[in-house]
């Protein structure tokens, strides 16, 4: 479904709405804010960020997120933050199982934003931890202890300048180092990783969606917004995707 992009143009808006998210490759167990925030995704420094055609998975994971249209100029200092709106009739699968390759639970350990190969876009990638997985792909096969890359299109470069580009979803949040999700995957075998369909954050007594499942522009007025509540305990909610996991929704 074609979405439409809207650009803002208050910077000090866009520098709140990244920076309130943590610092690029925690290592240590994220405190859940109450309520936890909308995140476009880890900001990265442009030279760590530039694509590497050496590296052949890297070269075909930033190949996907070119843009075909050759007037669209790199990513530079005259480029200003972008974000990605559907249109007001989308509406998101809430448990995908159906069309999930991989349905798991784990802890994102790492997370940094990328240059597309042709700079013109970003993409975020994050490693992580499987502590459970529901459904798995016969191959690869995942288990409890494995880790695997997940990746979502979008994220947030800072240039040599200082300044923030941006390039996000505003109906999907990106995941947080250090927090516990519930992931729906689809797997990409020539990259060897897998693209997030949707997610859920895990904080015991409450779950988090980590998208919008429906999209209304009165709900995001503001770019830092509050994650919605599943209206489940942490319990409730995996033992109702357990149960559900042989589905197709």
């Not at 050496?54 to 790199?74: C, K, M, T, W």
């Not at 934003?113 to 992580?128: A, G, Q, T, V, W």
């Not at 997940?150 to 947080?176: F, H, N, W, Y």
């Not at 997610?199 to 007594?205: A, E, F, R």
Request: hydrophobic share 35%; aromatic share 10%; net charge neutral.
């Amino acid at each position: 479904m074609r979405g439409k992009m809207i650009w803002r143009v208050s910077v000090v808006l866009v520098l709140i709405s990244v920076s309130a998210f943590g610092s690029f490759r925690q290592t240590s167990v994220a405190t859940i804010a109450t309520p936890p925030q909308y995140s476009p995704g880890p900001i990265t420094d442009y030279n760590a960020a530039l694509p590497n055609s050496a590296d052949v998975l890297r070269f075909r994971r930033g190949e996907r997120y070119n843009i075909p249209n050759p007037s669209v100029p790199e990513l530079g200092e005259n480029s200003q933050t972008l974000w990605d709106l559907p249109e007001s009739h989308f509406q998101k699968s809430p448990m995908p199982f159906g069309t999930s390759d991989a349905v798991v639970i784990g802890i994102v350990t790492a997370g940094q934003s990328y240059l597309s190969n042709d700079k013109r876009n970003i993409y975020s990638e994050f490693k992580l931890e499987l502590l459970e997985s529901i459904k798995t792909p016969n191959t690869p096969y995942l288990r409890a202890g494995d880790a695997i890359d997940i990746q979502r299109k979008g994220g947030a470069i800072r240039l040599p300048s200082g300044k923030v580009v941006v390039r996000a979803a505003l109906t999907d949040s990106m995941p947080q180092v250090g927090s516990r999700y519930l992931f729906f995957l689809k797997y990409d075998q020539g990259a060897e990783d897998y693209a997030v369909l949707t997610g859920y954050l895990l904080d015991g007594n409450e779950v988090y969606c980590l998208d919008d499942l429906t999209y209304s522009e009165s709900n995001h007025e503001d770019v830092v917004h509050p994650l919605r509540k599943k209206g489940l305990s942490e319990e409730q909610f995996l033992v109702r995707a357990r149960s559900t996991r042989n589905g197709a929704n």
